[in-house]
């Protein structure tokens, strides 16, 4: 059924595609605070980090109302953020179609942004069925829909962040002036509890070392023994390991068997663990982007099988094992830890 599903919705994408004309373009455009802008990002945790420099460099120039539509998955990595006044949560099929176009309409947006690196034909057909002036996006294969587009960045030697803040030339903003860095705002009662489980579980004023072993998949799980041989080759360190793991994972933090550990309840509460530490150690892009928001140093492992660039935190001291393989199966401790272990000692000397 999923399949048929997907070949349908193709096939309308298609002919979207052939029969939409090229959207009239305003070659007068501005903005200001009275500007209403509607941004669309679904899908992932990290499509909707890696949104959040841009979203901030629009809000701290143009001043205007800044409104995301995202997804199930994705929708609270924006909800505290003081740069966007509102979040819809998409919700699949005709219905949530017809409560977008509703919301268009009462909000009176102005200008509608695909965030999307890549073609989604899911917002693809939110943006060429609108009825807004202006409707941006990097240039792809769906260009047509837009009434404006910004040259998309080769994604083999340009970071993600960077590609999307081209989005802002749209605004007849600089993107060279913009801050990277990813914005990400746990509510207070999260920070608090970070606070209370930190000071209650490690030494005052010694380094904290986080290890996730949670991932978006199961190939970028790394396995249970090479953890426990990581957290053996780090008792020789003057420095105190932190697990972290998803709900999800319980079972394996007991496998690991590991006595500090800190499974979340909240993504809340587990971005703001991360935010006190001063290395973190994650097979998790999305992670990865939460610990660069707060200058935390990483080490990641990563599953490279395209050519593009792979999704590195921004503006902090980074380094990182990778395979070219489908999953991290046969990522061997031996040859990760070699190139660890200068990256470890480097930051707690």
């Known amino acids: 059924m999923k399949k048929i599903e997907i070949l349908i919705k193709n096939l309308l994408f298609n002919l979207l595609l052939i029969f939409k004309r090229d959207t009239i373009k305003d070659k007068n455009l501005s903005f200001d605070e009275h500007s209403r ?18 979203l901030h460099f629009i ?57 999307h690196d890549d073609v989604s034909t899911t917002v693809s057909f939110l943006v060429a069925l609108s009825s807004v002036k202006n409707k941006f996006g990097l240039e792809k294969v769906n260009k047509k829909i837009y009434s404006q587009t910004v040259t998309r960045p080769n994604s083999i030697n340009t970071h993600i ?119 973190l150690f994650s097979p998790d892009t999305a992670v990865i982007h939460i610990a660069s928001a707060y200058n935390v140093s990483v080490f990641g492992l990563y599953v ?8 590195s935190p921004i503006n902090v001291d980074f380094d990182y094992f990778e395979t070219k393989e489908h999953n991290l199966e046969n990522l061997q401790f031996y040859d990760v830890v070699q190139k660890f272990k200068p990256f470890l000692e480097k930051h707690i000397k």
């Open 37 to 54: 802008i509607l941004f669309i990002r679904l899908n992932r945790i990290g499509d909707a980090l890696v949104s959040t420099p841009l």
């Open 304 to 311: 490279h099988d395209t050519e593009d660039m792979i999704w």
């Open 59 to 115: 809000k701290q120039e143009l001043k205007c109302r800044i409104f995301i539509l995202a997804d199930e998955k994705n929708h609270f990595i924006f909800r505290n953020n003081p740069d966007i006044d509102e979040v819809i949560v998409f919700k699949k099929g005709l219905k949530g179609f017809r409560e977008y176009f509703r919301f268009l309409r009462a909000e009176k947006i102005n200008t509608v942004v695909d965030l």
């Open 161 to 279: 962040v960077i590609r999307i803040m081209q989005i802002a030339k749209l605004f007849n903003l600089d993107p060279g002036k913009a801050d990277l860095c990813i914005k990400y705002f746990p509510k207070t009662e999260a920070n608090d509890k970070a606070v209370n489980f930190i000071s209650g579980n490690f030494t005052k004023g010694k380094p904290i070392l986080g290890i996730n072993i949670s991932a978006g998949s199961e190939a970028r799980f790394w396995g249970i023994d090479r953890y426990k041989q990581l957290l053996n080759f780090l008792s020789s360190y003057d420095i105190e390991n932190l697990i972290l793991a998803a709900p999800k994972d319980k079972e394996i933090m007991r496998l690991i068997s590991y006595p500090k550990y800190f499974i979340s309840e909240s993504y809340d509460e587990f971005a703001a663990v991360i935010s006190k530490l001063r290395i």
